[in-house]
């Protein structure tokens, strides 16, 4: 009866140290996922699109050729964003099916992070209709 008490406890002992691992692995899962920027230009978080475009030192135009020197591929989205406070430039780029977004500081030029996404088929094909549902929205 003692035998298997113990057996028991150590059963539960094992399981739930298991269980505090794996809540661990989790939540460093999710802090990788919330990315701290630190740019060289602090805003506001109520600052207007205008007051972002007179702050940043650099334009989109910068953006686009300190990307291309980095990456190969098609350009597809470069936008002026206040990221908690940052000003920083987000942009995605598409080479050999694959996604990658970058964030590049508003003030310096610096690439501040590049996250490469793989993209499957179907993810191009929703892609594209979605670009042509936009194209036929600024025709109307």
Not at 18 to 30: H, M, Y
Not at 50 to 66: C, G, H, L, T
Request: charged share 45%; net charge negative; proline share 0%.
């Amino acid at each position: 009866m003692k035998k298997s008490s113990y057996f028991v406890k150590s059963l539960i002992g094992l399981s739930l140290i298991g269980s505090v691992a794996l809540a661990n692995d989790i939540e460093l899962d999710d802090e990788k996922k919330d990315l701290e920027i630190k740019s060289s230009i602090q805003v506001n978080d109520d600052i207007s699109e205008n007051e972002e475009k007179s702050y940043a030192k650099i334009d989109v135009n910068e953006v686009i050729n300190i990307l291309r020197k980095e990456e190969s591929g098609k350009i597809i989205n470069v936008e002026l964003e206040n990221e908690d406070g940052n000003l920083v430039y987000k942009a995605e780029v598409i080479k050999d099916n694959q996604s990658i977004d970058f964030i590049v500081d508003a003030g310096n030029g610096k690439i501040l992070h590049k996250e490469v996404d793989k993209k499957d088929k179907s993810d191009k094909e929703d892609e594209h209709e979605d670009n042509d549902e936009n194209e036929k929205e600024k025709k109307d």
